[in-house]
């Protein structure tokens, strides 16, 4: 079993681009959930994914935007980066009906 | 709102107990977890708690719920170098129908002193 799985592991964009972080969860797990953890601080949830919609969302702005495949994989969209949008994005597996969640290795974002 | 506060710094010895601590507001907390995160690596997931119960033991990992006052804590025994990490405390509402936001503290660096 791989476990959780993220990619890239590094990503350095600047200002005003798009990024796309990308997860692939824990075999047997169809709910996936995408955190923000700024340096120094705990992660902050952006939102979960159950049966291909997104189920429920933290406090972020439109500019993040997700999307979970027939598979569970998922994919992390954030549009018009700010300096602010730097951290590392973790994403985190589930089976439905568990409270577990099990986090892959994050995605660590630069935005210069 | 919900809030998870916990105590940023604990500094053990060697082979010495630890105990972490950690405070939530929220009441419908269903589930309270221990996270550990070593330098530049993701979350683990130690252990958590429901919150019908008042301690869980998982090897050399003791958590304690104190539901009255909101209160959880985790004790390491013979804590080992190994062990030196960022624990997050965090708690979800889970309603049993499905995974839901987890809310964490800010984490304790636990530093071991050989």
């Known amino acids: 079993d791989a476990g959780v799985t993220q990619s890239p592991t590094h990503l350095i964009k600047t200002r005003g681009q798009q990024v796309t972080l990308r997860c692939s969860p824990k075999?047997?797990?169809?709910?996936v959930s995408w955190y923000q953890q700024a340096l120094g601080q705990g992660p902050q949830f952006i939102f979960q994914?159950?049966?291909?919609?997104?189920?429920q969302r933290g406090n972020f702005p439109d500019r993040f935007s997700g999307h979970q495949f027939p598979n569970y994989s998922s994919e992390l969209n954030v549009n018009a980066l700010l300096l602010g949008d730097s951290a590392l994005y973790l994403c985190?597996?589930?089976?439905?009906?568990?409270?577990?969640?099990?986090f892959g290795p994050g995605t660590r974002l630069t935005v210069l | 709102g919900e809030d998870v506060e916990q105590s940023l710094f604990l500094s053990v010895r060697e082979g010495d107990s630890s105990v972490i601590n950690c405070t939530y507001t929220?009441?419908?907390?269903?589930?309270l977890y221990w996270y550990k995160q070593e330098p530049g690596a993701g979350l683990q997931l130690l252990t958590y708690?429901?919150?019908?119960?008042d301690m869980k033991q998982d090897q050399r990992l003791t958590v304690l719920l104190n539901k009255k006052d909101k209160h959880l804590s985790l004790r390491i025994a013979d804590t080992q170098t190994g062990d030196s990490a960022i624990y997050f405390c965090?708690?979800?509402?889970?309603?049993?129908?499905?995974?839901?936001?987890?809310?964490f503290g800010k984490g304790t660096k636990l530093s071991v002193i050989p």
């Open positions: 708690i429901f919150s019908n119960m």
């Open positions: 075999s047997g797990h169809d709910t």
């Open positions: 994914y159950y049966e291909e919609e997104e189920r």
């Open positions: 985190a597996s589930s089976p439905a009906h568990l409270g577990e969640q099990f």
């Open positions: 929220d009441s419908s907390s269903t589930y």
């Open positions: 965090a708690e979800s509402p889970n309603s049993g129908a499905g995974s839901y936001q987890l809310t």
